[in-house]
């Protein structure tokens, strides 16, 4: 693999550059935090701070204001919490719950990576806020960063008797991959800011410049990929036989973030490269990092994710180089059915035994607002319920293994706080849809996601009923730039923000996120958004054939092209 | 005359001649301001700069009979004291006017004829440059004076509980020490300008009885009127303000703040209107409709009905919105009133001091006439017990030299429930609410005579200001930026939230980059459990305060009194005694040098 090392250009970029004079993730983080004059940090900082879990942002809305009154942009910090698999006590939730009022907006953010997202944090109010949520063994290390991000796992306890297996993995595998480096427990937890101990510190694994982007595993147990896997760099699925968990069939190099203006980078699926008994899942994902870790581009931080490394060597390539650092070739991958990429509503389990109830979070934000009390309902029900909070992939919530007694308490507190949606009352559309957290909060957003889609799918709506098709679940989602949090490229409806109000429509991915999208149309207001889907909703709602999703339907009517490849996206 | 240089420069009057053959009075007086406003900017070099102050004994050093004290914050007295030796100059008078804090104390004694003219500052205290003295006179040092004639002239405000009270204590001291009054002290309030012309007049025919003329020092009326011109701004006054227009008007305070802070920029070209960093602006405000409406209403009195205010004559509605005071309530107010409506607890009131300022505190004049009506009341009678409406002043926000033809003020809106009713002060509320971009704000400049920047650039400077206490220190930075002036530049700011009023955050971070500023320390008092103040910050930088202290810096103080004047100086007594390990006695002596060399300013309220 000399040619591969060897054609990657020398230059570093800048953040490179950060990583390697910051002794471990250290930079002037205590600096930055103790300087009064700006609620900001040191640009440099503002690098590494990801690693520690956290972004600054700045509230987009008041910026021409605060501009105009002296004052500089009023910065905030996200901080993004990791739950691996998405499983969280309810001792958890009421930590979370009070810190959003403490510190935060007063709402918690339920993330497609099933992570709790605190928006709104003064820097001032950082160190109080971690130490909050780190009592409960809760922790924001590698939140973000260019390092391995929460691990995701699809979660349907009532589904599997190998579901609880496949969780402690995804747990495993996360504290496996979690840096070692002590910075993040000498800023933010012990207080004593000016000792530096990174003498000691070591990362085996990562090496002192972590990898060259961020990195990301999810596991899934068919038939359900609620975990959307093959978005991942690694996606593992489960492989079960008779009740008992056999492995995983192993997926490398999926990534849904591009750029505008540039068709080199491409959203892309993971490629299926064999399966690997459950005992050496760990070492498998470790040696994916490291090849990444050793080969990805840290020039161009556009072209640095797996996916693009892999392109580059050719798949062949990077699996022969796997099996090289395994000592062991991969055996074939095994069959394997996934069904749905959504979550099922409603209560579920053994009215004698314990219940489950999956509950809808618009847009993933647990909040309270007049009739809809969402947030206090969950503290009440965290009072009491011995069960879990399971953040699901699709940024809704499970109340999981409710006692039998608490059942209809629970159902009661949801219904008195408006937060109980009557069955028929929204739309499948509406339940399913996802959107990024965008303006504004998000540097990065172009225009509108979480804030705007409940207005646009009002109309939508409207669409939808007239044709008779409430109950046809199709994937909408939204982002307010190209980068893809909210898993855009993966919707039968992908509405990607290119600025303020206009966004760019993408048709044709399946139910399962086995297959991306195709850009249909670009630069569309809400006007003709709805020009434009109404039409096509009208002839799937005429023409369709049986069980015939929406992205199924406008593939096989030759509205789009079918897009597996991600190198085919741009065609 | 001969022997005497009438000019500091090296300028013989024929070259003046010829410099400004042709030229109006007004223009002349507008050169005046302009060489004025370049000499307390700094830039002409400052060995040239001679303050009028010391031009005086200059001129009349030829007779010692007539000296003219004067101590004064705003400038107003020194202005007096410059009207008075003009005066007498003109009478063939030799005067020799001392600002106090430049007056050797010992020199009292031999002291035969003295006017003194002096303010009263807060509860009754001496203006800074008044205390020691004050202090003097009061104390057992304080010299016998069988030989002195004097008379007082008090500044004074009539709001205050204590009005006039360092005059007052003048007074009685000089004549305890045996000195004999030329006159009665006469007390003039605000509106000070024609009393004391007249008390000029008045005291000067008294003193024809005892003082000769000597021909010698006859000075020429051009030599005062230059005394006087060295205040190019006499011409813009209360009575004759310039109308300004409003460029901006911005709230500083970010969404959220319980503080309303308004950045108001105000045009000033053609005003001829000059000002130095220190300075206050006069803004002439209007009453509020609403407020003016409530009082008719409360004095059941018709808004038509004529009133005569002096040779004037207005509807009482329009009496009222722009000439008289209305939001806030004083003792001789109410003592006029007290004459008119014969209420038993009115007059209770005004036997006790003790119950009479909780009183006033936070009542105005709709309370006034709603708790205590009368029926014999009318329009004129109202009139004439309310109190004119004075100007409030703002201490200027600007350099000219960064802002060529403009004048910032930063300005908190004062507002407040009180005994029923919203309450709004008078001028900041008109400011903030009743005036936008395009509209006009009558103003005058208020010289402040002791908050300026030192004379030499190369001097550092410490600035401390809590809420609109940072005005000053923005003219002051912008002014010593736009100057290169080497002297290192500190502020310490305090306000309660970082997020929202850290009032023109943006520049000091820019000003901090580029070295306007060495130093910026904030302070936000509720941002944490523990409140933290400016003075903690001192406290905590002591070291730093007491070696620029050391290395000669200057130390400025603006913000409100109570709440910051008291304990900055508590604090800065802890650095001395922290850092320099002195006495208790000698902190006190070293911070007391550090007021008497002008080094320690204050400009508080």
Redesign the interface.
């Known amino acids: 693999m000399a040619d591969i090392l060897a054609s990657a250009p020398a230059a570093h970029s800048e953040v490179e550059h950060v990583k390697i004079a910051s002794r471990y993730l250290r930079g002037t983080i205590v600096e930055s935090l103790a300087n009064?004059?700006?609620?900001a940090l040191n640009p440099d900082d503002t690098h590494l701070i990801k690693f520690h879990g956290s972004y600054q942002q700045t509230d987009r809305d008041?910026e021409s204001?605060?501009?105009?009154?002296?004052?500089?942009p009023?910065f905030s910090f996200m901080i993004r919490v990791r739950v691996p698999g998405g499983v969280a006590s309810a001792p958890q939730w009421q930590r979370m719950d009070a810190l959003a009022d403490a510190y935060g907006n007063s709402t918690l953010k339920l993330t497609t990576r099933q992570t709790f997202q605190l928006h709104g944090v003064?820097k001032?109010n950082l160190p109080a806020a971690i130490q909050v949520f780190n009592e409960v063994q809760l922790d924001s290390i590698a939140g973000c960063g260019d390092v391995n991000r929460n691990v995701m796992c699809n979660t349907n306890p009532h589904e599997s008797a190998v579901h609880g297996e496949v969780v402690a993995l995804a747990q495993a595998i996360s504290a496996h991959l979690t840096p070692r480096t002590t910075a993040y427990r000498e800023i933010w937890l012990d207080g004593n800011l000016l000792e530096t101990t990174e003498a000691v510190d070591d990362e085996p694994i990562y090496g002192h410049t972590y990898l060259p982007r961020k990195f990301k595993i999810a596991l899934a147990l068919p038939p359900y990929n609620d975990s959307d896997i093959f978005s991942n760099d690694v996606g593992l699925i489960a492989i079960e036989q008779n009740g008992q968990l056999l492995g995983f069939n192993v997926a490398v190099g999926g990534g849904l973030g591009m750029t505008f203006g540039l068709p080199e980078t491409y959203p892309r699926l993971a490629d299926i490269i064999g399966f690997v008994p459950t005992a050496e899942v760990l070492d498998v994902c470790e040696k994916i990092v490291t090849i990444q870790r050793d080969w990805g581009n840290r020039a161009n931080r556009k072209l640095s994710r797996l996916k693009y490394t892999i392109d580059r060597a050719g798949l062949p390539a990077f699996v022969a180089e796997l099996h090289q650092r395994l000592g062991h070739e991969l055996a074939p991958a095994r069959p394997y059915r996934f069904h749905s990429s959504s979550d099922a509503f409603g209560w579920t389990g053994d009215p004698a035994g314990p219940s489950h109830l999956v509950l809808f979070v618009e847009g993933g934000r647990v909040l309270d607002r007049p009739g809809y009390r969402l947030k206090s309902a969950l503290r009440e029900i965290s009072s009491f319920h011995t069960g879990e909070f399971r953040l699901t992939g699709n940024q809704n919530l499970i109340l999981a293994n409710i006692e039998p007694s608490h059942r209809a308490r629970i159902q009661a507190i949801l219904e008195e706080n408006g937060a109980a949606p009557k069955a028929g009352q929204l739309t499948a559309l509406r339940r399913e849809a996802l959107a990024c957290v965008a303006l504004n909060t998000c540097s990065q957003a172009f225009a509108e996601a979480e804030r705007y889609l409940p207005q646009l799918l009002d109309k939508l709506d409207t669409v939808i009923q007239a044709h008779g098709l409430a109950e046809a679940g199709i994937l909408l989602r939204m982002t307010g730039c190209p980068n893809g949090c909210a898993r855009p490229y993966l919707g039968e409806i992908g509405l990607v923000g290119r600025a303020p109000g206009r966004y760019n429509l993408y048709l044709g991915a399946n139910h399962t996120g086995e297959r991306l999208n195709k850009l249909y149309r670009e630069m569309l207001d809400e006007d003709g958004i709805l020009r434009e889907l109404t039409p096509l909703l009208a002839a799937y709602a005429a023409e369709r054939q049986s069980q015939e999703g929406f992205g199924d339907f406008v593939v096989r009517t030759g509205v789009v092209q079918a897009t597996v490849q991600g190198l085919d996206f741009h065609t | 005359m001969a022997t005497v240089p009438l000019l500091p420069l090296t300028l013989d009057e024929a070259a003046l001649q010829q410099l400004t053959a042709g030229l109006t009075p007004q223009q002349l007086v507008w050169l005046s301001g302009y060489f004025y406003g370049h000499a307390t900017s700094g830039v002409v070099a400052a060995g040239a700069v001679v303050p009028a102050a010391a031009v005086a004994p200059a001129i009349l050093a030829a007779t010692q009979k007539l000296t003219i004290l004067y101590g004064s914050h705003t400038g107003n007295g020194k202005k007096i004291a410059a009207q008075a030796a003009a005066a007498a100059a003109s009478r063939g008078l030799t005067a020799e006017v001392h600002d106090m804090n430049d007056y050797p104390t010992r020199q009292l004694a031999q002291a035969q004829n003295l006017l003194v003219i002096v303010s009263t500052h807060g509860e009754g205290e001496p203006p800074i440059s008044a205390e020691e003295l004050h202090q003097f006179i009061s104390g057992p040092r304080a010299p016998k004076l069988p030989k002195l004639r004097f008379t007082v002239l008090a500044l004074g405000d009539k709001s205050y509980l204590h009005y006039c009270q360092t005059g007052k204590d003048f007074d009685q001291r000089l004549a305890e020490l045996g000195g004999n009054r030329l006159l009665d002290r006469v007390d003039v309030d605000v509106a000070f300008q024609a009393p004391a012309a007249k008390w000029i007049e008045d005291v000067l025919d008294v003193l024809a009885g005892f003082v000769s003329t000597s021909p010698a020092s006859v000075t020429s009326a051009p030599e005062a009127d230059s005394l006087l011109h060295s205040f190019p701004d006499l011409h813009f006054t209360h009575e004759n303000p310039w109308p300004a227009k409003v460029l901006e008007s911005i709230q500083l305070n970010g969404r959220g703040s319980d503080k309303e802070t308004y950045h108001i920029e105000l045009d000033l070209t053609a005003a001829g209107l000059h000002y130095a960093p220190g300075d206050a602006l006069a803004v002439v405000p209007i009453n509020h409709n609403p407020l003016v409406e409530e009082v008719l209403r409360a004095a059941r009195l018709s808004d038509t009905a004529p009133v005569q205010l002096g040779a004037e004559s207005l509807p009482l509605a329009a009496a009222l919105a722009s000439r008289r005071e209305l939001t806030v309530l004083t003792r001789d107010v109410l003592e006029r009133y007290a004459a008119l409506a014969p209420h038993a607890e009115l007059h209770g009131l005004l036997a006790d001091a003790s119950r009479l300022q909780p009183y006033l505190y936070g009542r105005d004049v709709a309370d006034l006439l709603t708790y205590f009506p009368t029926d014999q009341l009318t329009a004129q009678a109202l009139a004439d017990t309310l109190r004119p409406l004075p100007s409030r002043a703002y201490s200027i926000a600007s350099s000219r030299l960064a802002h060529p033809d403009e004048v910032h003020l930063t300005v908190g809106a004062v507002r407040y429930e009180a005994h029923g009713r919203r309450k709004h002060g008078v001028c900041s509320s008109f400011l903030a609410d009743r005036v936008a971009a395009g509209d006009e704000v009558r103003v005058y400049v208020q010289h402040n005579e002791y908050f300026k920047l030192p004379a030499e650039t190369s001097t550092d400077i410490i600035m401390v200001g809590a809420g609109t206490g940072i005005a000053p220190f923005r003219a002051f930075v912008e002014e010593r930026v736009e100057l290169g002036s080497a002297g290192r530049n500190w502020l310490l700011f305090g306000n309660p939230h970082f997020t929202t009023d850290f009032l023109y955050q943006a520049e000091w971070q820019q000003h901090l980059k580029r070295g306007g500023l060495a130093k910026l320390d904030v302070a936000f008092s509720r941002d944490q459990a523990a409140k933290v103040y400016v003075q903690n910050r001192l406290l905590e930088n002591s070291r730093d305060v007491f070696g620029w202290l050391e290395n000669g810096a200057q130390f400025y103080v603006c913000g409100n009194k109570n709440r910051l004047g008291h304990a900055v100086q508590t604090a800065l007594a802890q650095v001395v005694k922290k850092e320099a390990g002195l006495s208790p006695g000698d902190t006190t002596t070293y911070v007391k040098n550090l007021r008497k060399q002008r080094r320690y300013l204050e400009d508080v309220y």
């Open positions: 009064r004059l700006t609620g008041l204001e605060r501009k105009r009154q002296k004052l500089e009023l003064l001032r």
